[in-house]
């Protein structure tokens, strides 16, 4: 299993979908909540791995998929910042290991 089946895999069961009807239209979402935070944070972020940016991602497809995307950005502000201060902090760190 590719990593992107078991991210699909993850975010289905997040949602509690067992079904396999709605597999592309997860696919898409996941893939929005992808853009969305890369646009946050100007970053390809690991969602692959458990953490923040995984959690986040999660609970952005949780909200889109409830007609309840205006919501995200409020309940999780704290989260976002944090995701967007970590992820600055480590290309920083990444830059000047180079240099």
Same mark, same amino acid.
């Given at each position: 299993? #590719?990593?992107?089946? =078991?991210?699909?895999?993850? @975010? /289905?069961?997040?949602? $509690?979908? #067992?079904?396999?009807? =709605?597999?592309?239209?997860? @696919? /898409?979402?996941?893939? $929005?909540?992808?853009?969305?935070?890369?646009?946050?944070?100007?970053?390809?972020?690991?969602?692959?791995?458990?953490?923040?940016?995984?959690?986040?991602?999660?609970?952005?497809?949780?909200?889109?998929?409830?007609?309840?995307?205006?919501?995200?950005?409020?309940?999780?502000?704290?989260?976002?910042?944090?995701?967007?201060?970590?992820?600055?902090?480590?290309?920083?760190?990444?830059?000047?290991?180079?240099?």
């Amino acid at each position: 299993m #590719t990593p992107a089946d =078991e991210l699909l895999k993850e @975010v /289905k069961n997040h949602l $509690r979908i #067992t079904w396999v009807e =709605e597999d592309t239209d997860i @696919v /898409k979402l996941i893939d $929005r909540a992808k853009s969305y935070f890369k646009s946050v944070t100007g970053a390809d972020l690991d969602f692959f791995k458990d953490g923040q940016a995984k959690h986040l991602l999660l609970e952005r497809c949780r909200y889109v998929y409830n007609r309840s995307a205006e919501e995200f950005e409020n309940n999780f502000r704290h989260e976002i910042i944090n995701l967007q201060l970590s992820t600055a902090v480590a290309e920083r760190r990444e830059r000047l290991g180079k240099a």
